[in-house]
Nanobody, 125 residues
Framework: QVQLVESGGGLVQAGGSLRLSCAASGRTFSTYVMGWFRQAPGKEREFVAAISFRGDSTYYADSVKGRFTISRDNAKNTEFLQMNSLKPEDTAVYYC??????????????????WGQGTQVTVSS
Protein backbone atom coordinates (compact mmCIF):
# COMPACT_ATOMS: atom_id res chain seq x y z
CA GLN A 1 0.00 0.00 0.00
CA VAL A 2 1.29 3.43 -0.96
CA GLN A 3 -0.21 6.73 0.15
CA LEU A 4 0.48 9.80 -1.96
CA VAL A 5 0.06 13.41 -0.88
CA GLU A 6 0.46 16.29 -3.33
CA SER A 7 1.37 19.85 -2.43
CA GLY A 8 2.52 23.04 -4.11
CA GLY A 9 -0.52 24.01 -6.12
CA GLY A 10 -1.86 27.55 -6.21
CA LEU A 11 -2.74 30.58 -8.28
CA VAL A 12 -0.15 31.95 -10.71
CA GLN A 13 -0.17 34.35 -13.63
CA ALA A 14 0.42 33.16 -17.16
CA GLY A 15 4.12 32.79 -17.81
CA GLY A 16 4.83 32.00 -14.19
CA SER A 17 6.11 28.86 -12.51
CA LEU A 18 5.03 26.39 -9.85
CA ARG A 19 6.65 23.31 -8.37
CA LEU A 20 4.44 20.44 -7.30
CA SER A 21 5.57 17.80 -4.84
CA CYS A 22 4.21 14.34 -4.13
CA ALA A 23 5.23 12.68 -0.89
CA ALA A 24 4.87 8.91 -0.71
CA SER A 25 4.57 6.68 2.33
CA GLY A 26 6.24 3.33 2.72
CA ARG A 27 9.66 1.89 1.96
CA THR A 28 9.03 0.78 -1.62
CA PHE A 29 8.91 4.13 -3.41
CA SER A 30 11.81 3.22 -5.70
CA THR A 31 9.89 0.19 -7.00
CA TYR A 32 7.17 2.37 -8.52
CA VAL A 33 6.94 4.27 -11.75
CA MET A 34 5.63 7.71 -10.84
CA GLY A 35 3.39 9.89 -12.92
CA TRP A 36 1.46 13.14 -12.97
CA PHE A 37 -2.01 13.58 -14.41
CA ARG A 38 -4.37 16.53 -14.48
CA GLN A 39 -8.10 17.03 -14.80
CA ALA A 40 -9.85 20.23 -15.77
CA PRO A 41 -13.55 20.80 -15.08
CA GLY A 42 -15.70 18.86 -17.52
CA LYS A 43 -12.75 17.04 -19.03
CA GLU A 44 -11.22 13.60 -18.67
CA ARG A 45 -8.12 12.98 -16.63
CA GLU A 46 -5.10 13.74 -18.81
CA PHE A 47 -1.58 12.35 -18.67
CA VAL A 48 1.15 14.92 -18.02
CA ALA A 49 4.44 13.12 -17.34
CA ALA A 50 6.00 9.96 -15.96
CA ILE A 51 9.38 8.98 -14.56
CA SER A 52 11.02 5.59 -14.28
CA PHE A 53 11.96 3.76 -11.08
CA ARG A 54 15.44 5.30 -10.74
CA GLY A 55 14.59 8.54 -12.53
CA ASP A 56 16.78 7.85 -15.55
CA SER A 57 13.90 7.92 -18.04
CA THR A 58 11.07 10.41 -18.43
CA TYR A 59 8.07 10.74 -20.71
CA TYR A 60 5.93 13.82 -21.34
CA ALA A 61 2.69 14.73 -22.98
CA ASP A 62 3.26 16.89 -26.06
CA SER A 63 1.28 19.71 -24.46
CA VAL A 64 3.84 20.17 -21.67
CA LYS A 65 7.08 19.07 -23.32
CA GLY A 66 9.77 21.70 -22.93
CA ARG A 67 7.86 23.53 -20.17
CA PHE A 68 7.43 20.90 -17.42
CA THR A 69 10.09 18.75 -15.79
CA ILE A 70 9.40 15.64 -13.74
CA SER A 71 11.93 14.40 -11.21
CA ARG A 72 12.14 12.21 -8.13
CA ASP A 73 14.21 11.79 -5.00
CA ASN A 74 14.04 8.15 -3.93
CA ALA A 75 15.92 8.86 -0.70
CA LYS A 76 13.11 11.23 0.32
CA ASN A 77 10.20 9.27 -1.21
CA THR A 78 9.20 12.34 -3.18
CA GLU A 79 8.27 13.15 -6.74
CA PHE A 80 8.30 16.62 -8.27
CA LEU A 81 6.80 18.46 -11.21
CA GLN A 82 8.46 21.75 -12.10
CA MET A 83 6.07 23.76 -14.25
CA ASN A 84 7.40 26.76 -16.17
CA SER A 85 5.85 29.09 -18.75
CA LEU A 86 2.42 28.23 -17.43
CA LYS A 87 -0.62 28.87 -19.61
CA PRO A 88 -4.29 29.31 -18.68
CA GLU A 89 -4.98 25.95 -20.32
CA ASP A 90 -2.75 24.30 -17.70
CA THR A 91 -5.42 25.08 -15.11
CA ALA A 92 -6.56 21.80 -13.54
CA VAL A 93 -6.38 19.59 -10.50
CA TYR A 94 -3.04 17.80 -10.65
CA TYR A 95 -2.70 14.25 -9.35
CA CYS A 96 0.35 12.14 -8.71
CA UNK A 97 0.16 8.42 -9.32
CA UNK A 98 2.24 5.30 -8.71
CA UNK A 99 2.38 2.20 -10.87
CA UNK A 100 4.46 -0.90 -11.48
CA UNK A 101 5.00 -0.86 -15.23
CA UNK A 102 7.15 1.27 -17.52
CA UNK A 103 6.09 1.08 -21.14
CA UNK A 104 3.84 2.31 -23.90
CA UNK A 105 0.79 2.43 -21.67
CA UNK A 106 2.20 5.15 -19.42
CA UNK A 107 -0.44 7.74 -20.50
CA UNK A 108 -3.26 5.42 -19.43
CA UNK A 109 -4.63 5.99 -15.89
CA UNK A 110 -5.35 2.26 -15.64
CA UNK A 111 -1.60 1.54 -15.45
CA UNK A 112 -1.35 3.25 -12.07
CA UNK A 113 -2.34 1.59 -8.81
CA UNK A 114 -2.26 4.48 -6.35
CA TRP A 115 -3.37 8.09 -6.57
CA GLY A 116 -3.06 11.21 -4.49
CA GLN A 117 -5.97 13.46 -3.59
CA GLY A 118 -4.95 16.19 -6.04
CA THR A 119 -3.79 19.78 -5.82
CA GLN A 120 -5.37 22.70 -7.65
CA VAL A 121 -3.32 24.72 -10.13
CA THR A 122 -4.93 27.87 -11.50
CA VAL A 123 -3.24 29.98 -14.15
CA SER A 124 -4.72 33.42 -14.76
CA SER A 125 -4.41 35.24 -18.07
Amino acid sequence: QVQLVESGGGLVQAGGSLRLSCAASGRTFSTYVMGWFRQAPGKEREFVAAISFRGDSTYYADSVKGRFTISRDNAKNTEFLQMNSLKPEDTAVYYCAAGRNWGRSLPSPSVYDYWGQGTQVTVSS
